[in-house]
């Protein structure tokens, strides 16, 4: 087992893809990052990321360790791809541990079409996306403007405001996390401005990193799950990517200035502003926690619509029946998100206040909130990587209740700045690269294309494995693009 | 003055001035050519914006959110500062700005970077030794 240093810290090696950094420095508890040892050496010299795990370890009321993922890397506050879980008496609740983009998350939908039979049609239906899921700053339009009262229903209700209105089924709700609605939402707590920025977005894909994406299943490594989750070699599957928008950004900026104050008041110490926070109980707390939550649920509606509008465009383009075309959600993950859960502190299984920013929960096996259909298996984890190489489905496993707060890892994480990767495009016939590499693209602007290359990524097999060798997450399948669009 | 930095995975603006007038000028030049590099914009129209805040980098997160929100909920962009005025009132800063600008139009305003958020990441006005303001704010992309 090895030892490495980061500002004379000694961090030490206790398992093969695990480290822990000692309590120093005013940390309540030690830091756990999930690496092999390469990726800890890059980490160690890359950036400030591990600064922040020690950061995060410093919150009043945090619980066993400040974590992080294989895909760490520097994030406002907390790192992305950390976790850490705070006591409901003595903890705070910070959006810092959440993030701008609240419950930005992933979801996958299966078809019956095999992307043999699709290939010649791939144009087609990427257009055909692209017409009818609005991309790019400030996207708008998806399905007509929702009322004052229509909002407050979707920010109560999530994803049950989609099935009362016709944009999912009941199946759909069972494979989301928390069945697309956090009860503890309460959209009085949303700003005006916040509720502002969302009411034409509800359906939109935005601009970034967020992507819809058409792929194919290449590789099978667990028969037994991806049979429960109804994936097979060569079948097309589809891929969302965003969040909550405008309306989630802007609850998170609004609840940054509160719970600013709120750290003043309550006389709590900040190392980094952006990891400003209150008491879970605290008034402050509270209205944060359920705005915060009311976002959540409009990223829900929002992937859900998206999807919806996504099926009429494979049926536009494919003139295919409901049975042929077999669209059906798999899964639907959040990646930014706090939510009260329970897990074993010291032996007792006690509710706290997990904060993912940039991590995916990975309910095992027979874990109740696991959907019935994936008890045996395990909730599924869906891990986007680049659109030039490949995005992976894995399956929660028992250490992660053990170990990581019941959380895997998210994504790739970049690894060229988006200034840097529009520098080395220019010149270059990005969509035709892409094409070369199979991968039909449709964008607003090619800026974005620019930003998104894969050169601008980390390999995300790698991330992947890590988790899969800490009994986390279980790879069960990886796929690869076949189409793009984006903002 | 205004360099525009970027980083891994946003952007930062770092700014100079001789007042604190000045320094929230040149953020909102800065804000412009990241967002529209050198698309061109016109004062077709002119707009007023009040805020107040306890704290003045408080208050500049606010002035640079505020020309995001005329981008992507009013489809407005914002051309230049035409007034700012910058005061302490009480415990309380206060800025005064009269802005120009135009209707977003897809055909001749190219948007660069799409600015989700302005942060607080070691966000803090200093004081330079000749007597300026410098400050370097961080933006989520």
Redesign the interface.
Known sequence: MKTLTYNDIKIEQVGEVTWIVPPVRGMRVPGKIYADQRMMEEIIKEDESIKQVINVAMLPGIQKYSIAMPDIHWGYGFPIGGVAATDLEEGVISPGGVGYDINCGVRLVRTNLEYADMKQHMEKLVQSLFKHVPTGVGSSGAIPKLSQKEMTRVLQNGSRWCFENGFASREDLECTEEKGTLSSANPDYVSERAKERGYNQVGTLGSGNHFLELEMVEEIYDAAAADALGLFPGQLVMMIHCGSRGLGHQVCEDYLRVLTNASHKYGIHLPDRQLACAPIKSDEGQRYLGAMAAAANFAWANRQVIMHQAKKSFQEALKISDRDLGFRLVYDVCHNIAKMEEHDIDGKMKTVCVHRKGATRAFPPHHPLTPEKYREVGQPVLIPGDMGRYSFVAVGQQASMLESFGSSCHGAGRVKSRHQAKKDARGKDLLDEMKKLGVVIQARGMATVAEEMPSAYKDVSRVVEVMHQAGISKKVAKLVPAGVIKG | MFK?L????D?ALEVQAANLESLFTEASRGWKEMVFEDSETRPAETRSVRLSSPEAE?LL?QWL?ELN?F???R?WVFHQCELVSLQRSGVMWELDAQVSGEALDPARH?????I????????EIKETNGGGYQVRI?F??
């Not at chain 2, 970027?6 to 995975?9: G, M, N, Y």
């Not at chain 2, 190219?110 to 799409?114: G, R, S, T, V």
Request: charged share 15%; glycine share 0%; no cysteine.
């Open positions: 525009i970027s980083h891994t995975a952007i408080d997160v959110s929100y981008l992507t909920v489809q190219y948007i660069y970077f799409d989700k958020a302005v942060t607080y990441h070691q966000l961080v989520d992309i």
